[in-house]
Every structure is written in structure tokens, then in C-alpha cells.
């Protein structure tokens, strides 16, 4: 079992930056995929960034360029650095672990972007 709690999320300007945490419980890095979706009212959730065990990231083409997703081994917590946001940026950005039939999910963190 693994747990997975986010931190960082809030009330930002447009053009504005947060960074999200997510602190898993035990050391999964090197055998999960780590990765961030997030899910607005009335929409899909779906992948922000991604990250393998082998240390490969992906983008959702809506990001590319304006968030950085990232690891700290040692401190068992993957980074999401969020620059340049945008109103349509505002959803819930939840923590995800994956690894075969394997899936773990955090609470979620709200983002707001709005002036």
C-alpha cells in the first residue's frame, strides 16, 4: 500500500506560478510511474505530466513549456512546478502512482487561477 498526500495548491494570479508536492509514503520512484492529473467541473480527468522510474517526463500539450515535473528521490516527493498559469489551469491536480494493475491515488489540491 502506498500513500500519496499533495500540498502547494491555492489562489494564484493569472500568469502566476505554485509549485504541487506530493510526499508518497514509502520509496516507489524506482519502480512507479509517478504523474499529476487534474480534473475541472464538468470535465474528464486527465494527465498534466509524467514521470517513469527511469527518469522520462511527458507533457499534456496544454503545459509543455510552462510546467516542469520532477523528483526527489531521497525525500520520496515528486514536484510539479507550475509557471505561466492560466485561468484555464484552474482544476483539481491530483498525485498519481502506477505500476502494472497497481494504481494509487492522493486527496487532490486545488489550484485557482483567477485575478
Known amino acids: 500500500q502506498v500513500q500519496l498526500v499533495e500540498s502547494g495548491g491555492g489562489l494564484v494570479q493569472p500568469g502566476g506560478s505554485l509549485r504541487l508536492s506530493c510526499a508518497a509514503s514509502?520509496?516507489?520512484?524506482?519502480?512507479?510511474?509517478m504523474a499529476w492529473f487534474r480534473q475541472a467541473p464538468g470535465n474528464q480527468r486527465e494527465v498534466v505530466a509524467s514521470?517513469?522510474?527511469?527518469?522520462?517526463?511527458n507533457y499534456a500539450d496544454s503545459v509543455k513549456g510552462r510546467f516542469t515535473i520532477s523528483r526527489d528521490n531521497a525525500e520520496n516527493t515528486v514536484y510539479l512546478q507550475m509557471n505561466n498559469l492560466k485561468p484555464e489551469d484552474t482544476a483539481v491536480y491530483y498525485c498519481?502512482?502506477?505500476?502494472?494493475?497497481?494504481?494509487?491515488w492522493g486527496q487532490g489540491t486545488q489550484v485557482t487561477v483567477s485575478s
Open positions: 514521470i517513469s522510474s527511469a527518469g522520462s517526463t
Open positions: 498519481y502512482a502506477g505500476r502494472a494493475q497497481y494504481t494509487y
Open positions: 514509502r520509496s516507489i520512484f524506482n519502480i512507479y510511474t
